[in-house]
């Protein structure tokens, strides 16, 4: 007798740890730069250069890049920008049995202020939360049927597996150039600039996937016209492209998600010598994963009417995707100019961040509490004050249906602005319409009695003579042919037979005849 196993593939959450620390530092103004007056926004991006596991710890090495636009007196040209880096080594504790995985490291910048502290020397201060969580993929061996003599019974039962087919992460560079029209001067340096994702649309393919969305990008920059010496410029970009991606088909769930990892921009002449185009590459940071549901059949019950068989079993944890589902919300609100900040003229630009403060779990729904963290770059009225920024937050609450979902679910909601518009309704106030995409994927937490060996021993004697060699049996609830057949050392089809039975199935208050199917000999 030969028990047949078979190696199922499965993932499960194995570990997850949060840190949050606070970057601090002071920073002189460049020789070759004005004294700042006036700070006027501020922009920050994270690098992680370095993760390391070591002795049950993770270290993370990186930096923040920073950007401080600002005002000054002495210049003609008012606006000037100071950029520089923070670096950051800090050491998260994770579990002994997640030391030697290879992590998954998530970044979000909770917070970035800069202050002045005098006219040539000013202080950037943010909060950072860096997100580690590390998942296992394994092959779990379990028993799918037995090989032995012919009155051996077993039956089998169907799983749901949720197999990670696709695990991976790749690069995605976008290459395009922004040619100025003709009211606008010509470049002498970038001041300030924005560039963010939205809209994008991901197709499984045959070893491969295909991806396009919109990018788009805003440039502040110092003009060499002499009327106009700070102008701005700002477009959408169109992208798309196909990646290779061994291993998915057009019938599996993606879960792919994109992130700016690195971009560049440059100034070039156009035809007549004018620096007057723009050439952007942007490097995208994807995280591929591929799911396919499959439902394999393992061995459930194994017996024989002629020898004791004792089932090993073990519990197999894993998980099980449940729903992924992109949700689309629109969200408006209006914002009013503080009184000791400029009327607004004209605004120039918009960005804003999603920012989760809660996912409440409620059956099955899940509840998302957050805020729309918003920085507006906008021209003032006021001439010794031309260009002011307004930051404010619009908060919101979003129900988002989960069908299947059970307290012990694990979940993800990663949210994304696909849309925003800001609407000047006069120079006190402005209205604000965003669509955010919150992408939502949820597990289940599964727990499942594999059968790993077999042991097997000679029949009890003594019982079997106890027993009679046929009974009259009445069906009570729960019961099934097989649970009778192993109790009485028959077969399933032995009571089938002889009961005149067309299948298995049977109700509460049949009656059926049992014939024990060994015979003892003394």
């Given at each position: 007798m030969e028990l047949i196993k078979k190696n199922i593939h499965m993932n499960k959450l194995k570990c997850r740890s949060s840190l949050q620390l606070t970057l601090d530092d002071d920073f002189n103004v460049p020789d070759v730069k004005p004294d700042i007056d006036r700070i006027i926004t501020q922009q920050g991006d994270v690098k992680i250069n370095e993760i390391k596991a070591m002795n049950g710890k993770l270290l993370i090495k990186g930096e923040l890049g920073f950007n401080v636009l600002y005002f000054s007196e002495e210049d003609a040209r008012p606006i000037h920008n100071i950029s520089g880096e923070i670096p950051f080594d800090e050491v998260i504790n994770m579990e002994s049995t997640c030391s030697d995985d290879d992590p998954i490291v998530k970044w979000e910048l909770d917070d970035l202020s800069a202050g002045l502290i005098n006219s040539r020397k000013l202080s950037v201060r943010s909060v950072l939360s860096l997100n580690?969580?590390?998942?296992?993929l394994y092959d779990e061996e379990t028993g799918v049927m037995v090989e032995g003599p012919e009155?051996?019974?077993?039956?089998?039962?169907?799983?749901?597996?949720t197999d990670i087919s696709v695990d991976k992460k790749d690069t995605f560079r976008i290459k395009d150039e922004i040619i100025l029209p003709t009211n606008k001067g010509n470049v002498i340096s970038i001041l300030f600039d924005s560039i963010r994702l939205s809209n994008?649309?991901?197709r499984l393919l045959e070893d491969k996937f295909t991806i396009k969305g919109e990018m788009p990008v805003f440039i502040l920059y110092a003009s060499e016209?002499?009327?106009?010496?700070?102008?701005?410029?700002?477009?959408?970009?169109?992208?798309?492209?196909?990646?290779?991606?061994?291993?998915c088909r057009e019938d599996m769930i993606e879960d792919i998600t994109f992130r700016i990892l690195n971009k560049n921009i440059e100034i070039k002449p156009d035809?007549?010598?004018?620096?007057?185009?723009?050439?952007?590459?942007?490097?995208?940071?994807?995280?591929?994963?591929?799911?396919?549901?499959?439902?394999?059949?393992i061995l459930?019950?194994?017996?024989?009417?002629?020898?004791?068989?004792?089932?090993?079993?073990?519990?197999?944890?894993?998980e099980n995707l449940v729903i992924k589902n992109n949700s689309k919300h629109r969200i408006s609100d209006r914002l009013r100019v503080s009184d000791n900040q400029p009327k607004i003229l004209q605004i120039c630009h918009s960005d804003g961040v999603i920012r989760i403060d809660d996912i409440i779990p409620n059956g099955a729904e899940l509840q998302v509490e957050g805020i729309i963290d918003l920085n507006i770059l906008y021209i003032s009225e006021d001439d010794l004050r031309p260009l002011a920024s307004l930051r404010g937050a619009i908060p919101f609450t979003q129900v988002i249906e989960v069908k299947g979902m059970n307290p012990d679910s694990s979940y993800e909601v990663r949210p994304s602005l696909d849309q925003l518009s800001v609407i000047m309704l006069d120079s006190d106030e402005i209205e604000v319409k965003a669509v955010?995409?919150?992408?939502?994927?949820v597990f289940d937490r599964i727990t499942e009695s594999i059968i790993t060996d077999l042991e097997v021993a000679d029949l009890d004697i003594e019982k079997l003579q106890s027993m009679p060699g046929i009974i009259g049996y009445v069906v009570k609830k729960d019961d099934s042919l097989w649970n009778i057949a192993k109790r009485y050392y028959t077969t399933v089809d032995s009571i089938m037979e002889i009961?005149?039975?067309?299948?298995?199935?049977?109700?509460?208050?049949?009656?059926?005849?049992?014939?024990k199917k060994v015979e003892v000999v003394l």
């Open positions: 580690v969580s590390v998942e296992e009155d051996v019974q077993y039956i089998s039962k169907k799983i749901e597996i994008i649309e991901v016209s002499e009327e106009s010496p700070i102008e701005y410029y700002e477009t959408e970009l169109s992208f798309g492209g196909t990646v290779d991606c061994n291993g035809m007549d010598g004018e620096e007057r185009v723009i050439d952007l590459e942007v490097i995208l940071e994807i995280v591929v994963k591929v799911y396919e549901i499959q439902e394999p059949e459930y019950d194994v017996y024989s009417p002629c020898k004791e068989i004792t089932p090993v079993f073990r519990e197999a944890a894993y955010m995409n919150l992408n939502t994927i009961n005149d039975l067309d299948d298995d199935s049977i109700k509460e208050g049949d009656k059926l005849i049992i014939m």
